[in-house]
């Protein structure tokens, strides 16, 4: 799968300072944060031999400010579809990271407080 995306997710020529930690490794830190829902800075990068966290967060920031994640996204997909591979019939909207727009009306199921009887 590697393959598939390293051009996507190959970084710019840098000209100065530190050398960067390559891409792949980044990616192997931020799957790892993914997978075990461990906190950025929690990260074991000695043991496991990657980036530390703060900077695995920094590349993952970087890279979808780019439009590369979406870029891998839709390769992958489109990848995936094209083998046959992805099954459509169940599908997950989320929207919990959207903003509601000003002035909009919160949602009667999360306010519990209405409902509870007030003590005097």
């Not at 997710?9 to 075990?36: D, F, H, K």
């Not at 906190?39 to 980036?51: I, M």
């Amino acid at each position: 799968m590697w393959e598939r995306i390293a051009e996507v997710l190959a970084e710019p020529a840098q000209v100065m300072g530190r050398p960067r930690y390559a891409p792949r490794a980044c990616l192997e830190g931020i799957l790892y944060v993914l997978a075990t829902d461990t906190p950025w800075a929690d990260v074991p990068y000695r043991e496991l031999g990657l980036p530390s966290g703060e900077t695995c967060r920094r590349r993952l920031e970087q890279w979808q400010q780019r439009g590369v994640l979406e870029a891998v996204f839709l390769l992958l997909r489109a990848q995936l579809d094209d083998a046959g591979q992805l099954d459509y019939t169940r599908v997950l909207i989320d929207a919990s990271m959207v903003e509601a727009k000003k002035g909009a009306r919160r949602s009667r199921a999360r306010c519990a407080a209405r409902t509870a009887p007030a003590f005097i």
